[in-house]
């Protein structure tokens, strides 16, 4: 084991820009491996990290801005990670500093740019005006929350998890909100078709005006430039106060660029986040893997893989050398009232060599799809719908290989949900063995911790971690 | 400092629209729930023995059925009329939950109406009297302060149960757990003791033990007891089995929250009519400290008090003052002041739990045998933690659930009194509560993606 005093034998000076996930998880990270290096991070947005997955319950009221900070303020003195509010101009790679808007500057040994991701605008006519804009940033939800008093319908633009998320926040305002999504079926891009049919219909259900197969084409101006009406390619005009764009983000990349540093969509980073400069790293929202890893995508704009790659930035920036392996997929989501886990991978198109089990509750808002090789039937990817999974039990499965005839066997273990939640297990495997007769099998695991299965899966996972309950 | 960071002007802007504005049933709903509480408050003034007892029956009747009537009305419409689901929209804004004039105003009369009930309750002659009625049927006797406010609490804990059950009807849990609690509420805290009354027994509520019902174990309460006869032997054995063997062992097996969150009324008033308060409780590193000295303190003083008392007939003279003085400010401090008039009078600024939190010697027992020896937690799921809040903001013990959950750790604690709610509002599917072996308790089971998540900072 190499000794913090013995690698750094000086205080580096470790600045990050972006306050976001990845930021803050690399300054964790560092400080536990670091004792005596400076850690600055630097933000324009806000003083202190917030869960930005959570913006929607401080506009809905579910919380305040000061609920969603992960940490207390008293944190960053105590782990003595320095904070910085201000926006960064510009990054002087040769004299390693940093130049922030209005002049001051700050120095580096090295520097981590999290500097996240922007909505997309696709250069649609009047995507610039007044009250047309996107939700990312506490700035984005204050313009909303400004916008929100004027406004009795909302259009929103783009159907994926942020659109869903704006049109539940406009709705608990009484503000009516029509949908535009250009696929067929809503985030058919991401989710098969069963899938996609029960978030439409959930979207439905709340009273959402949702259009599919319907495109933006432009949006009109009132005497003062602010947004009065969409038109739709179709010709259709329908007004409104406010247009959410939430077709997808885009990494910032701008400050990099201007840096000289590599970049292409996102930030390119190796392996190991770095960038073209030695001493500058990136992850995160803003950057761009120059080797993908099988079955991930080049730029990953998800909490968990921002913070996934913040933990990687430390162990390497302290020389540990751990290069990219972001073990098996897994992202969720809740669609109004309809919760989502995936985990492996589940394309909308099964690939010509997997076999696809879908089973879905009588009432349309639960659903199972598994997907197997089918070879040797081992599973691949899961997406439930209305339904809680464990995460250990599916990696387990999943980064094994194990037949899909042993996990419909097991079912039980792979079963989150609340206690007393109708088991749906039996009903699901009668669905699987009627679909896959050759494949039959029986249900042998129940939901709940005492099973065989679970034993094993423990003494897979080593010695169990005995910590104090830890505060900070 | 952006506008939405400072958190006055946030709540400024978004008060303006936060007014659901009212239905017309659910305006008549609240006109008979004001009718119900006038008919209530006139009788302080206009009731007394000398009433002919039908006159008082039908008054009483009237306003119950209206205070009744009104509030299950506007508690199912409000939720009833909304898709099942999570809806905690507008709690930090409404003036009611997020501590603002109204909430104050709840306060002081909830505050008010304890410190007239423990030590004014010649006060309330009239509304006692006007209860007689009642109690004749219940009881075959005359009402006393305490039958009185026996029937505003039960009613209470089934009025806006059935708006709890209502507006958590899509979790099962929930929807069994209140039920569970209203039922004994009912039964084992109302018209049982009513019964025992009847039948000339002591008036004894089966579901407090010791050390909540700190006099349960005192000697002389046991006396008592005995003196009764049969039901007596069967009271007494009741308790003596329910702290001893019950506790231990239902808590090894399920956690604290058989008693708290399924039997005890203290929880039972504040998981149904405290509900929409649950989110003020301190979720600060600071007001663990002062709970866990706090609840421990008590703790203490009714073992040292209690034991005391066992041995008063061999102690000298002179120990009896101080321990007389010692049960006095007990009874005073901690079983009026602070589980009655704090414990609920503080309900929609501290949030609903600070009896059970700061001061429960009963949850403190409870709490240490759930912290080193039981089988049950709150199971993180993985690294699916998108750190939200949530599950801390909506915690009743102000755990920062949190903290745990986005570092993959299961919540072992010893005030989680298992009201399943941080499970309820995950948004995420991340937490669960369970029972299990116990020597893994601790153990996250979390994704192998997650690095190192193990060490401090």
Known sequence: ?472 | MTDLTSNLSYESHSIAHSGSQLGALEKAALAFVALGLLLLASALFGVSSQMPEATRALWLGAAWTSLIGGGLTFGLHKHLSGKPGVRNTRKTTDSLTARGAWGWSLAIVLTSFYVVLYWFPGLLEGLIRLHDPLSQILRGKAADQWFVYGTFYTAAILVMGAKAIAKYRHSRYQILRTGVIMFTQLGFAYLLPALFAKLNQPEVYLSYLWPLAYDKLFPGTLDQFLKAGNIGFFIVGWFVVGTLIATPVLTYYFGKRWYCSWVCGCGGLANTAGDSFRQNSDKSLKAWKIERWMIHGVLVWIVVLTTLLWFESVMPEALKGPMYLLRQWYGFLIGAAFAGVVGVGFYPLMGTRVWCRFGCPMAAILGLLQRFNSRFRITTNGAQCISCGNCSKYCEMGIDVRSYAQRGQNIIRASCVGCGMCATVCPRGVLSLENGPQPRRYNAEHGLSMLGEKKSV
């Open chain 1, 1 to 472: 084991m190499i000794l913090d005093s013995d690698l750094h034998m000086t205080q580096r000076n470790i600045v990050i820009i972006g306050n976001g996930v990845t930021g803050v998880t690399a300054a964790r990270h560092i400080r536990k491996r670091a004792a005596s290096d400076r850690i600055t991070i630097i933000s324009g947005e806000t003083d202190h990290h917030f869960s930005r997955t959570a913006l929607m319950y401080i506009f809905m009221g579910d919380l305040t801005y000061e609920d969603t900070k992960p940490y207390p303020d008293e944190f960053w003195t105590k782990n003595r990670i320095d904070l910085k509010r201000g926006w960064v101009e510009q990054i002087n790679t040769g004299t390693r500093c940093v130049n922030f808007r209005g002049g001051h500057s700050v120095n580096y040994d090295e520097l981590i740019l999290a500097t996240g991701s922007k909505p997309n605008r696709f250069g649609w006519p009047g995507q610039d005006l007044e009250g047309v804009q996107g939700l990312y940033s506490i700035q984005d939800l204050e313009s909303m929350e400004k916008n929100a008093l004027t406004t009795r319908r909302a259009v929103i633009v783009g159907g994926g998890l942020i659109g869903v998320e704006v049109a539940e926040m406009l709705l608990t305002r009484n503000i009516a909100v029509t949908f535009l999504v250009r696929e067929k079926l809503f985030w058919n891009s991401v989710l098969p078709s069963g899938d996609a049919n029960l978030v439409g219909r959930e979207v439905l259900r709340h009273g959402v005006d949702l259009r599919m197969e319907s495109e933006l084409h432009e949006i009109l101006s009132d005497a003062k430039g602010r947004a009065r009406a969409v038109v739709t390619k179709s010709g259709e005009e329908i007004a409104c106060e406010m247009v959410f764009l939430t077709a997808g983000v885009s990494p910032n990349v701008a400050l990099a660029k201007n840096a000289g540093i590599a970049s292409n969509r996102g930030i390119l980073v190796d392996r190991f986040f770095r960038t073209s400069d030695p001493h500058v790293w990136a992850g995160g929202d803003c950057a761009q893997h120059r080797e993908v890893p099988r079955g991930r995508r080049p730029v990953e704009q998800v909490w968990y893989t921002g913070k996934i790659h913040g933990e990687h930035i430390a162990a390497n920036l302290c020389g540990e050398e751990q290069p990219y392996k972001p073990g098996v997929w897994f992202n969720s989501a809740k669609f109004f009232d309809i919760e989502y886990q995936t985990y492996g991978v589940v394309l909308p198109q099964p690939e010509s060599t997997q076999e696809d089990f879908f089973w879905e509750q009588s009432a349309g808002r639960i659903s199972l799809r598994v997907r197997f090789d089918e070879a040797g039937g081992a599973v691949t990817g899961v997406n439930v719908f209305g339904l809680r999974h464990r995460h250990a039990v599916w990696e387990h499965w999943i980064s094994a290989k194990t037949p899909v005839e042993e996990v419909m066997a097991d079912l039980g273990a792979a079963n989150f949900d609340p206690e007393f939640y109708r088991q749906y297990e039996p009903e699901i495997l009668a669905a699987f063995n009627a679909q896959f007769p050759h494949r039959a099998t029986q249900l042998r695991t129940k939901k709940g911790l005492f099973s065989k299965f679970m034993e094993n899966l423990f003494a897979h996972r080593g010695t169990p971690l005995c910590a104090k309950p830890e505060i900070l």
